[in-house]
């Protein structure tokens, strides 16, 4: 079928205007519904001869992806208007969403405010929170997919994975995670299959972005390369939504919140619970003003204070290989300052270079 500019569908019901993108099995169009004269996006398959695939068994599983997402109805989620068939093609047709991209605005603006990042998060992590409770996962949370709307501070989440090629059941037996950075270490395991956690990743990732402007640390790359703490670019952050963040791009799913419900909850919890892998890699250490102004990176220690605030829970002593979780009261308007370290024990893990987490 001509998928061309110009091109009408449903008896001219729509018409394509040009091709926004496509991927090895499906192609995204902008087009016109005629009538109300009012632009939409249209998703749909194509038939690549280079890739061996059971073409009806991918339409099966695209129109089933289509009919769970139009069970989904939340002000946060592009809206499904229309599906069809047309020349053996399914189409989903969606609303095309006016505004700007929470990936222009930080780099065009700069990164944006506690209360302003928190407020565009926790809207889209409701929208997530939608769709999980239907059984789809989204894949491609990052900046760019997330739209606030022009004049208001209402974001839309778009470009579901409907087409992508893992949700049609088809892999060449290699990981195309389409988040990129914001993508969870599992995305690159072909042989395992995403969760809503992994979702919470991405939007843990997103959040790590408006707060500081930088794009998290790509998860395979993290051995060597660890992630720089949130606060090392925003000294006032609050504690909560730094922990959060934090636990959020844990690399082990199985120590991340299991539901995106669970990881909002800690944008606002009055006890942070810090990553069970906080005194083992740099990349989780805390940062503390240095003599010349300067940030460095630190480690609690074991049975001391944070911000003034006891330490319920201390850190494993040099004997134990049991990670214990760190947890401390929080305040709202809180931020990290840290004792110097006196321990040599804890003074030795601040040179590891390496991230020990064990990921199964």
Same mark, same amino acid.
């Given at each position: ?43 749909? &398959? ?33 809206? &499904? ?143 060597? @390369? ?47 619970? &810090?990553?069970?892998?906080?005194? @083992?890699?740099? @990349? ?77």
């Amino acid at each position: 079928m001509n998928l061309t500019a110009g091109t009408p569908l449903q008896n001219g019901k729509y018409v394509i205007n040009h091709v926004l993108g496509q991927s090895v099995l499906s192609v995204t169009l902008q087009g016109m519904q005629v009538q109300s004269n009012r632009p939409v996006v249209l998703k749909t &398959l194509k038939q690549n001869p280079q890739v061996k695939v059971d073409f009806t068994q991918l339409k099966q599983r695209f129109t089933e992806q289509v009919s769970r997402f139009a069970q989904c109805q939340h002000p946060g989620l592009v809206r &499904l208007v229309d599906s069809f068939e047309e020349a053996d093609l399914p189409f989903a047709v969606m609303d095309y969403t006016v505004g700007q991209t929470l990936l222009d605005i930080v780099q065009t603006s700069g990164p944006r405010s506690e209360e302003q990042a928190v407020r565009y998060i926790k809207q889209v992590g409701s929208a997530l929170d939608e769709i999980h409770q239907h059984g789809l996962i989204h894949r491609d949370v990052t900046p760019k997919n997330i739209i606030c709307l022009s004049g208001s501070e209402s974001v839309v989440l778009v470009n579901f994975g409907i087409t992508h090629p893992a949700v049609l059941g088809w892999s060449d037996g290699f990981a195309h995670p389409p988040a990129g950075n914001y993508a969870a270490i599992e995305q690159y395991q072909p042989q395992l299959s995403p969760t809503p956690t992994t979702d919470v990743y991405s939007l843990a990732g997103t959040l790590y972005f408006l707060l500081t402007g930088h794009a998290p640390v790509a998860a395979p790359l993290r051995h060597r @390369s660890p992630l720089l703490l949130p606060q090392q670019f925003c000294p006032d952050l609050n504690l909560a939504i730094a922990s959060a963040i934090l636990k959020g791009l844990e690399l082990n799913p199985k120590s991340r919140p299991q539901t995106v419900a669970t990881w909002l909850s800690l944008l606002a919890a009055d006890q942070v619970l &810090l990553p069970a892998n906080l005194g @083992s890699s740099p @990349s989780h250490a805390l940062p503390q003003a240095s003599a010349n102004g300067n940030s460095k990176s630190v480690l609690p220690e074991s049975n001391s204070s944070l911000n003034g605030k006891t330490v319920s829970s201390p850190l494993p002593s040099p004997s134990s290989n049991v990670k214990q979780p760190v947890v401390v009261q929080s305040t709202r308007k809180q931020s990290i300052s840290t004792p110097s370290l006196k321990h040599p024990f804890f003074k030795t893990l601040v040179t590891v270079s390496a991230i020990a987490l064990s990921w199964v």
